[in-house]
């Protein structure tokens, strides 16, 4: 009689044979994904020069309407930092970041790619966590070469007033470094928002709202809308920005240094839980 073949326990199965992706590979895969979008290094690149520019920009004034032995020192060097990345450069860092994070993955859903991907790595989670490592360290790697030419470039234009920073001052090194901080911080919680919109244009308004127009709402006048105040991302940059309170307006809930670095961690580590949350839960 007959017999049929049985499997030794020597021979693979299928699904044996399938390697597990490993993380390393995850993050190649996001980061090949991320470049193949042809319109990131235009963006990139436009919002760098623009934002160079505006604090060169800057700079250049100051040096012009600069009058020797003028104004207070601590002023003076808070004007010169102000003058390396402004407000106008860290309203365009953060519009560029931002939408760059909600587009890379709102894109996946618009085009479908999503489920290609989420069927070849059935660990959603670290799927998202991949993508936000890369996304994290783009901007990090964008805001250390913007800030860094922004900063080298505006205080050589002032190095001859005398208001000129250095990098090595404490002062200096906190405002370099809530700058160059504060790109990857806009592109995480894109990211966030981007996985729960799951539209382009939806999730890049969305941002904007979130990190533009949201500050605007609400003031110091009470304690319960300054708490909320401080605990954005566009605040929390301004506050550590401030090297000094010298001309502020007086406020009875003041934000706090240690309070602004806890906000931009809050930030991030909350926008990649809830994409990652978000992603697992609903179905593609």
Same mark, same amino acid.
């Given at each position: 009689?007959?017999?049929?073949?049985?499997? #030794?326990?020597?021979?693979? %199965?299928?699904? /044996?044979?399938? &390697?597990?992706? $490993?993380?390393?590979? =995850?993050?190649? *895969?996001?980061?090949?994904?991320?470049?193949?979008?042809?319109?990131?290094?235009?963006?990139?690149?436009?919002?760098?020069?623009?934002?160079?520019?505006?604090?060169?920009?800057?700079?250049?004034?100051?040096?012009?309407?600069?009058?020797?032995?003028?104004?207070?020192?601590?002023?003076?060097?808070?004007?010169?930092?102000?003058?390396?990345?402004?407000?106008?450069?860290?309203?365009?860092?953060?519009?560029?970041?931002?939408?760059?994070?909600?587009?890379?993955?709102?894109?996946?859903?618009? #085009?479908?790619?999503?489920? %290609?991907?989420? /069927?070849?790595? &059935?660990?959603? $989670?670290?799927?998202? =966590?991949?993508? *936000?490592?890369?996304?994290?360290?783009?901007?990090?790697?964008?805001?250390?070469?913007?800030?860094?030419?922004?900063?080298?470039?505006?205080?050589?234009?002032?190095?001859?007033?005398?208001?000129?920073?250095?990098?090595?001052?404490?002062?200096?090194?906190?405002?370099?470094?809530?700058?160059?901080?504060?790109?990857?911080?806009?592109?995480?919680?894109?990211?966030?928002?981007?996985?729960?919109?799951?539209?382009?244009?939806?999730?890049?308004?969305?941002?904007?709202?979130?990190?533009?127009?949201?500050?605007?709402?609400? %003031?110091?006048?009470?304690?319960?809308?300054?708490?909320?105040?401080?605990? =954005?991302?566009?605040?929390?940059?301004?506050?550590?920005?401030?090297?000094?309170?010298?001309?502020?307006?007086?406020?009875?809930?003041?934000?706090?240094?240690?309070?602004?670095?806890?906000?931009?961690?809050?930030?991030?580590?909350?926008?990649?839980?809830?994409?990652?949350?978000?992603?697992?839960?609903?179905?593609?």
């Amino acid at each position: 009689m007959n017999t049929l073949p049985t499997r #030794t326990a020597t021979e693979p %199965t299928g699904a /044996a044979t399938e &390697p597990r992706a $490993r993380f390393g590979d =995850l993050l190649a *895969a996001e980061w090949i994904k991320f470049w193949s979008l042809r319109s990131i290094p235009w963006v990139l690149g436009l919002g760098a020069l623009a934002s160079i520019a505006a604090s060169l920009k800057s700079a250049v004034y100051t040096r012009d309407h600069w009058t020797p032995g003028e104004g207070d020192p601590a002023v003076m060097a808070r004007i010169a930092l102000n003058d390396a990345f402004n407000l106008v450069s860290a309203d365009i860092l953060m519009l560029v970041a931002g939408g760059l994070g909600a587009i890379v993955i709102a894109g996946e859903y618009a #085009t479908g790619l999503i489920r %290609t991907t989420l /069927a070849a790595v &059935p660990d959603r $989670r670290a799927v998202i =966590l991949a993508k *936000a490592c890369v996304l994290a360290a783009v901007l990090f790697g964008y805001g250390v070469l913007t800030v860094g030419i922004s900063f080298g470039g505006s205080q050589a234009i002032l190095a001859g007033t005398g208001i000129g920073q250095s990098v090595t001052d404490p002062a200096a090194l906190r405002y370099v470094a809530a700058a160059v901080l504060f790109g990857p911080v806009c592109a995480l919680v894109g990211l966030g928002l981007g996985t729960l919109i799951r539209h382009s244009a939806g999730a890049v308004v969305g941002t904007v709202v979130v990190l533009f127009f949201l500050p605007s709402l609400v %003031t110091e006048r009470y304690r319960w809308s300054a708490d909320l105040l401080h605990a =954005l991302p566009m605040p929390a940059w301004q506050r550590l920005a401030r090297t000094t309170l010298a001309g502020m307006r007086p406020s009875e809930y003041p934000a706090t240094v240690t309070g602004a670095w806890v906000t931009f961690a809050v930030w991030s580590l909350a926008s990649v839980a809830v994409a990652a949350f978000a992603v697992h839960r609903r179905d593609h």
